[in-house]
C-alpha cells in the first residue's frame, strides 16, 4: 500500500522503508502532547506522529530524518496537510542538529535492532538498526535538546528496556511510565510505550514508574475498547461506524 489514508490526512510511503503499522499508531495516539507548545520526532520516517501529534493540538512541531528520500516523502506529506504551517521537516543527523528553543515533548520510535543479522536493503536497515544511533546517543540528544520538565517518549522492544534503563540513570533521566503493547488479547507483550523525564523534576515520593498494559486487538482484526478509544480520531474504519 503506497498511500495510507487516515481521517484527516494520508501518509505516502513509497520512499520509505518502514510503513505505517498499528504500533506506530497506538503510539503516536498515547503520547503526551496535552496541547504542549513544541513537539520534535526523532526519525521521523513518513512523518506520520509528527502529523498525528499536530492534529492532537501541539502548537509546532520538528521532525528529523536522517534518509534524505524518507525526508522527502515527509515534506510531501506534511505539505498535503492541513498542518503544513506549523511543523518542520529537517533531513539530517539528529547528532548534529541544534535548536534555538528546547522542546517540550520528544518522541521517537527509533531503530530497534541491535547486534542483529541484516539484509541487503540498506535503506531498511538504517531504518530498523541501531548503528547509525544508539540507544545512548538518542537520550544524550533528547535530553539536550528537552526543557526541565519535559517528557521523552519512545517506541522500545521489551527486551531493551533494561539496557535504556541503565542509561537512563546515567544521565540523570527516569522512566515515569511504561505500557507494554500486547497485539492480540492473551498473547505477549513484546514491545513498550515509555516515558522518561529529568530525575532532578521527579517528586521524592515517587518510587517507581507507571506500569500499565494495553491490548490492541481482541481477536484477530478486531481491535480493543482501549486502542478503538485511541484511533478511533484517525482511522478511517471508526469514522464509517461512530
Same mark, same amino acid.
Given at each position: 500500500?503506497?498511500?495510507?489514508?487516515?481521517?484527516?490526512?494520508?501518509?505516502?510511503?513509497?520512499?520509505?522503508?518502514?510503513?505505517?503499522?498499528?504500533?506506530?499508531?497506538?503510539?503516536?495516539?498515547?503520547?503526551? /502532547?496535552? #496541547?504542549? $507548545? !513544541?513537539?520534535? @520526532?526523532?526519525?521521523?520516517?513518513?512523518? +506520520? *506522529?509528527?502529523?498525528?501529534?499536530?492534529?492532537?493540538?501541539?502548537?509546532?512541531?520538528?521532525?528529523?530524518?536522517?534518509?534524505?528520500?524518507?525526508?522527502?516523502?515527509?515534506?510531501?506529506?506534511?505539505?498535503?496537510?492541513?498542518?503544513?504551517?506549523?511543523?518542520?521537516?529537517?533531513?539530517?543527523?539528529?547528532?548534529?542538529?541544534?535548536?534555538?528553543?528546547?522542546?517540550?515533548?520528544?518522541?521517537?520510535?527509533?531503530?530497534?535492532?541491535?547486534?542483529?543479522?541484516?539484509?541487503?536493503?540498506? /535503506?531498511? #536497515?538504517? $531504518? !530498523?538498526?541501531? @548503528?547509525?544511533?544508539?540507544?545512548?546517543? +538518542? *537520550?544524550?540528544?533528547?535530553?539536550?535538546?528537552?526543557?526541565?520538565?519535559?517528557?521523552?517518549?519512545?517506541?522500545?522492544?521489551?527486551?531493551?528496556?533494561?539496557?535504556?534503563?541503565?542509561?537512563?540513570?546515567?544521565?540523570?533521566?527516569?522512566?515515569?511510565?511504561?505500557?507494554?503493547?500486547?497485539?492480540?488479547?492473551?498473547?505477549?507483550?513484546?514491545?513498550?510505550?515509555?516515558?522518561?523525564?529529568?530525575?532532578?523534576?521527579?517528586?521524592?515520593?515517587?518510587?517507581?514508574?507507571?506500569?500499565?498494559?494495553?491490548?490492541?486487538?481482541?481477536?484477530?482484526?478486531?481491535?480493543?475498547?482501549?486502542?478503538?478509544?485511541?484511533?478511533?480520531?484517525?482511522?478511517?474504519?471508526?469514522?464509517?461506524?461512530?
Amino acid at each position: 500500500m503506497s498511500t495510507f489514508k487516515l481521517q484527516q490526512f494520508s501518509v505516502r510511503q513509497r520512499d520509505n522503508a518502514m510503513k505505517v503499522c498499528t504500533d506506530s499508531l497506538i503510539f503516536g495516539a498515547l503520547v503526551p /502532547v496535552n #496541547n504542549v $507548545a !513544541r513537539v520534535l @520526532d526523532i526519525g521521523g520516517g513518513t512523518g +506520520l *506522529l509528527c502529523l498525528m501529534a499536530a492534529q492532537r493540538g501541539a502548537r509546532h512541531v520538528t521532525t528529523v530524518e536522517l534518509i534524505e528520500t524518507s525526508s522527502q516523502e515527509a515534506a510531501y506529506n506534511v505539505a498535503q496537510s492541513p498542518w503544513h504551517d506549523c511543523i518542520d521537516v529537517i533531513n539530517c543527523d539528529i547528532n548534529h542538529f541544534t535548536a534555538q528553543e528546547p522542546f517540550d515533548l520528544i518522541i521517537s520510535n527509533p531503530p530497534f535492532f541491535d547486534n542483529h543479522l541484516k539484509n541487503d536493503d540498506k /535503506v531498511r #536497515n538504517t $531504518a !530498523r538498526h541501531t @548503528d547509525t544511533l544508539s540507544y545512548r546517543q +538518542l *537520550l544524550e540528544q533528547a535530553k539536550s535538546l528537552l526543557t526541565p520538565n519535559g517528557v521523552i517518549a519512545l517506541l522500545l522492544p521489551i527486551h531493551s528496556l533494561h539496557a535504556i534503563d541503565d542509561i537512563a540513570q546515567s544521565i540523570d533521566l527516569v522512566i515515569s511510565k511504561q505500557i507494554d503493547l500486547v497485539t492480540t488479547k492473551g498473547g505477549t507483550a513484546k514491545v513498550a510505550v515509555i516515558e522518561l523525564v529529568s530525575s532532578l523534576s521527579v517528586n521524592e515520593t515517587i518510587q517507581s514508574s507507571v506500569h500499565s498494559t494495553l491490548t490492541v486487538y481482541d481477536s484477530h482484526q478486531q481491535y480493543s475498547e482501549q486502542s478503538t478509544r485511541l484511533l478511533q480520531d484517525f482511522l478511517l474504519r471508526f469514522k464509517q461506524t461512530l
